[in-house]
């Protein structure tokens, strides 16, 4: 374990380096710091990409096929449309960026209502919601720093290191910093997931074909639908696809990304990169949860079993390269996230009702000085440990999913108004919240966040349409359809 260690502290020390590098480059203002100045395909890509991944790619995934079987499968969707979202939806952002100067959708989401109210709750909501998110890769952190030290390293310190390493990149290297190590990092993360899954494959089987035949013949119930727990029912896969989807791209961290593009070229290509490579990077997973239930039936925590089976059926060296894959991919979001929650504090919080007149340092400072205030939440959060990876995903975007029709209506439809995005988007939040925390039910089998995301839609065009029309709305839409119309 004393390597593992080690090639671990060189992976930390590697992404610490990459960090003074981009800090050294960047311009110390806050639209650099938000936004990294014009990023190209490689590091777009990426970043994007390892950003809307996680610690849910090396733990939750696999925990939740160990746990709930081939019901997991039927995911592909929340990978292919990510990379379409981002062109249909974030060119229009990326557009809106150069136009009018926004850095961030609730600065967008405020302008275009001409309502502080409507970007008040935009902050709020994926304030709020970013936290147990940032959360979950302290926890994946925690994970690994506990299973690559055969337990010598506590839960506590592993969500301690996790934080204290978060801080350092993002501190030093804003957007760029965190963009260039992500784009390491989604490299490793790539290699490190289909490589190790494919030893660990090998090492018991002399291929994948035969690896699902023997998990079929012992544990045949992984393979029924709604599988052995009864969760993956249509209405739960329907519920995870949409909300996880639709409400990713509401994250700032993954918003963001919209607006850093350096041309409408690069956004293209990076949408199509990044299906490809959030599709891919998922092939070997299910064979993972299958053969580790199968080979590791009575694991503490199902999350675990993808880096259990490597430190039992690979080379500690080789174990604790990938295992440090998994600290990639839990790193690249959790950086991301302490970034992008730091850049909305300085400009969609303190610019705006704090100190309207606060120059670029003192927005840099503030944005700096943020990534510590959101970091030690997120951390003191992870060490409640509140379940698993795959769920607290689920209720993360459930959070952030409401805002999908305010966001969106803005951009497209002329007849969207401030009283529409204001009342749906909290009747939508508080139903999520009551279906979730204080009723706990799922009507027909759909989940809180579905309902909630449907009722916000339906509240929107309704009170919308009951309104008046805002005349600035109409020019923005109008400016962004003239604009894709010539190019």
Not at 202 to 231: D, H, I, K, Y
Request: proline share 3%.
């Amino acid at each position: 374990m004393t390597v593992g260690i080690v090639i671990l502290i060189c992976y930390m020390i590697v992404l610490l380096g990459i960090a003074v590098y981009a800090s050294h480059r960047d311009q110390k203002n806050i639209k650099d710091f938000a936004t990294g100045g014009g990023l190209g395909i490689f590091v777009l890509t990426l970043t994007f990409s390892a950003t809307y991944h996680s610690a849910y790619a090396f733990m939750g995934a696999g925990g939740f096929v160990y746990s709930n079987g081939i019901g997991w499968w039927v995911n592909g969707l929340w990978t292919v449309l990510p990379g379409v979202l981002f062109w249909v939806w974030g060119r229009r952002l990326w557009f809106m960026g150069k136009k009018y100067g926004y850095m961030s959708v609730a600065d967008y989401a405020a302008d275009v209502y001409q309502s502080n109210t409507v970007g008040i709750l935009v902050t709020a909501i994926t304030m709020v919601f970013t936290v147990p998110y940032v959360a979950m890769q302290a926890i994946g952190c925690s994970y690994i720093f506990t299973a690559i030290s055969g337990g010598k390293l506590s839960y506590t310190v592993g969500a301690v290191l996790f934080f204290v390493i978060m801080i350092i990149l993002v501190w030093l290297g804003g957007m760029k910093g965190v963009a260039i190590t992500d784009a390491a990092q989604g490299v490793f993360m790539f290699i490190g997931l289909l490589g190790g899954s494919l030893w660990v494959i090998r090492a018991n089987f002399p291929s994948v074909a035969v690896a699902f035949e023997a998990a079929f013949a012992n544990c045949p119930e992984l393979f029924t639908m709604p599988g052995p727990n009864g969760v993956v029912t249509p209405q739960d896969w329907l519920s995870r696809w949409l909300v996880i989807t639709f409400g990713m791209m509401m994250f700032p961290q993954v918003s963001l990304r919209f607006f850093a593009g350096k041309s409408l070229r690069v956004m293209k290509w990076s949408a199509v990169f990044s299906s490809i490579y959030l599709t891919f990077i998922y092939v070997l997973t299910p064979c993972v949860g299958f053969i580790g239930r199968l080979l590791m039936p009575d694991l503490a925590a199902a999350d675990t079993v993808f880096p259990e089976m490597l430190l039992r059926y690979t080379p500690t060296v080789f174990a604790a390269l990938v295992i440090a894959g998994a600290l990639a991919a839990a790193m690249s979001t959790g950086d991301s996230q302490l970034h992008a929650a730091s850049a909305m504090i300085s400009t969609d919080i303190y610019k705006k009702y704090i100190n309207k007149n606060a120059d670029e340092k003192s927005m840099y400072n503030v944005a700096r000085a943020g990534v510590l205030v959101v970091g030690l939440v997120s951390v003191v959060v992870a060490l409640l440990r509140p379940g698993m990876l795959a769920d607290l995903l689920n209720l993360a975007n459930s959070g952030v999913g409401v805002l999908v029709p305010t966001i969106i209506g803005g951009m497209y439809w002329k007849r969207a108004t401030k009283q529409g995005a204001i009342v749906s988007t909290v009747i939508g939040e508080t139903m999520m919240v009551l279906m979730t925390f204080v009723f706990k039910v799922s009507p027909l089998g759909f989940s809180a966040g579905l309902w909630s995301m449907a009722t916000a839609l339906v509240v929107y065009v309704a009170v919308c349409l009951a309104t008046k029309p805002q005349e600035h709305v109409g020019e923005v839409v109008d400016s962004i359809n003239t604009f894709f119309e010539l190019n």
